[in-house]
């Protein structure tokens, strides 16, 4: 999502469906850490194909999302480092996270991230491989390391495609675990977060008619959901309208007038830790109900608001909090 600064944005591999764009292909045995396999694991990411012969041992993740799916399948021994800490990590990781160094508050540059003789890097984020961070993949691909990179925000964003599907986080996941022969581990990740996602989808209240508007960030200028990013899917599983799902771009700059005129029943906060102007649910709520054209809007007059981890937002380990958190703010306002 091209927000304002934070999220260089959004991420996990997004794979349209029968679409390997992110896929690891090759066989992936499992096997003791370090032990060569029966063949090698080869994946294609954002266009550019790397081989990962043996299970990387000194692994490193260029921003948080990428972090937060390392630990989530245990990998946390084979991580020399990490960077880019944009929340606070999930408490569930928490004290995985702890036992990996942290390599920079941002992203390290080229020769931080030579210096750890990394295996495999890792980012969900194209702009963690800018020139003026760990530097270009192809380069890392000269120096024999595998550098991995989420099909939801390449380079050429020809490659990226137009929408967020959660078989494209799920697949994300499995194809790292492939990468570090830990595919049981994937398995019963993805298992563990569609039970969930489905739980979601089947609890929410269905026939609502509502229309939602989904608020990023930004006050003067806001930031709001469009077509085929998660929130849109999200929309879509969960049964309910996104306003402005006509918008085909995932996150286009909108103006209150205009959101009056398409006037949403529900509007659905991000809340965003990083301390920006607007950013947190609170500070989104004092804004709406002081603006002369957000304060008319039915959904502020009624104070419709759902409040979703704005880190939910990005595909992501934390994708189907997105879901949960929808389908719980939906129940409490339709029953």
């Known amino acids: 999502m091209k927000t304002i600064p934070m999220r260089g944005l959004l991420g996990a591999c997004l794979l349209l469906p029968g679409l390997a764009a992110c896929g690891a292909s090759g066989t992936a045995a499992s096997g003791p850490s370090g032990a060569a396999r029966p063949s090698d694991v080869v994946t294609t990411s954002c266009g550019l194909e790397t081989k990962v012969s043996t299970p990387p041992e000194r692994a490193i993740s260029l921003e948080q999302n990428a972090t937060e799916i390392m630990l989530s399948l245990g990998l946390a021994d084979r991580m020399a480092g990490t960077s880019y800490q944009t929340d606070p990590v999930l408490p569930s990781l928490a004290a995985e996270y702890k036992k990996v160094p942290v390599l920079a508050e941002q992203y390290p540059h080229h020769e931080a991230v030579l210096a750890e003789e990394p295996d495999f890097l890792y980012s969900t984020l194209s702009s963690a491989y800018a020139d003026e961070a760990a530097g270009p993949r192809a380069g890392w691909k000269k120096l024999g390391v595998p550098a991995h990179l989420s099909a939801h925000d390449c380079e050429n964003p020809e490659l990226t495609p137009d929408e967020v599907r959660f078989d494209a986080v799920f697949n994300e996941i499995k194809d790292i675990a492939a990468v570090f022969g830990v595919e049981q581990r994937g398995e019963k990740t993805v298992k563990e977060l569609r039970v969930r996602l489905d739980r979601a989808v089947r609890e929410a209240p269905k026939d609502t008619g509502a229309k ?12 709001i959901a469009g077509h085929g990013g998660l ?23 909108g103006n209150w007038e205009q959101i009056a005129e398409r006037n949403p029943d529900v509007i659905v906060l991000a809340d965003l830790t990083r301390g920006g102007d607007g950013d947190s649910a609170e500070a989104k709520k004092r804004f709406l109900r002081a603006n002369p054209v957000a304060s008319r ?6 104070n419709r608001f759902i409040v979703v981890p704005g880190s939910a937002m990005d595909p992501s380990i934390r994708s189907v909090s997105l879901a949960e958190a929808l389908s719980k703010g939906l129940t409490a306002l339709y029953g």
Not at 297 to 302: E, F, I, T, Y
């Open 297 to 302: 809007l039915d959904a502020v007059r009624n």
């Open 212 to 223: 939602l508007m989904w608020y990023y960030s930004g006050t003067t200028t806001p930031y």
């Open 231 to 253: 929130p849109s899917t999200v929309s879509e599983l969960v049964g309910v309208d996104n306003a402005f799902d006509d918008i085909r771009q995932k996150w286009p700059a």
